[in-house]
T-cell receptor, first 114, second 110 residues
């Protein structure tokens, strides 16, 4: 099993550009999520999904869109990149079970917005 | 909203020492508490998951405990090694959202 995969590993954008960060998992997990990690602020939840066709906002959703058309894939779209979106982005997946939902993380995407 | 705090932010110990990392949370209605390890420039690796009905979990030299009533979890590392040097993060979930602490950066000195 590949687990959780993310592409690209690195990306540089100019202000105003758009892009999509890809995330895929092969563990048949219902729950998938996106986080951003910034120095001194820990990981913050951007969006999450509890199954195909179902998404919801996390703590810091502004400027980001998501969709979940399949169980395996959960792309994150930046609509109009801003320097404040410079960060490391992590995708994670887990089972949906309330009492056992160990999260597994991808390797991350380092995004710089100039 | 669940607030998760990890103190200290950084810790340096000599090799072979036993150590404890702390994690505190504000909402006792927590479903699970998970401990992760993160190496510089890398993703998060799951270490231990403690379900709300459990009080502790063990894996090798690691032991994690959970006390919901006091809002605390601890990660005990026995006989520390230089390879244990990393940032350790805890995360708790209530409902469908997970909340992370800012981590403890551990350095084990040979």
């Amino acid at each position: 099993n590949a687990g959780v995969t993310q592409t690209p590993k690195f990306q540089v954008l100019k202000t105003g550009q758009s892009m999509t960060l890809q995330c895929a998992q092969d563990m048949n997990h219902e729950y998938m999520s996106w986080y951003r990690q910034d120095p001194g602020m820990g990981l913050r939840l951007i969006h999450y999904s509890v199954g195909a066709g179902i998404t919801d906002q996390g703590e810091v959703p502004n400027g980001y869109n998501v969709s979940r058309s399949t169980t395996e894939d959960f792309p994150l779209r930046l609509l109009s990149a801003a320097p404040s979106q410079t960060s490391v982005y992590f995708c994670a997946s887990s089972r949906l079970a309330r009492f056992y939902n160990e999260q597994f993380f991808g390797p991350g995407t380092r995004l710089t917005v100039l | 909203k669940q607030e998760v705090t990890q103190i200290p932010a950084a810790l340096s110990v000599p090799e072979g020492e036993n150590l404890v990392l702390n994690c505190s949370f504000t909402d006792s209605a927590i479903y699970n508490l998970q401990w992760f390890r993160q190496d510089p420039g890398k993703g998060l690796t799951s270490l231990l998951l403690i379900q709300s009905s459990q009080r502790e979990q063990t894996s090798g030299r690691l032991n994690a405990s959970l006390d919901k009533s006091s809002g605390r979890s601890t990660l005990y590392i026995a006989a520390s090694q230089p390879g244990d040097s990393a940032t350790y993060l805890c995360a708790g979930n209530t409902g469908n959202q997970f909340y992370f602490g800012t981590g403890t950066s551990l350095t084990v000195i040979p």
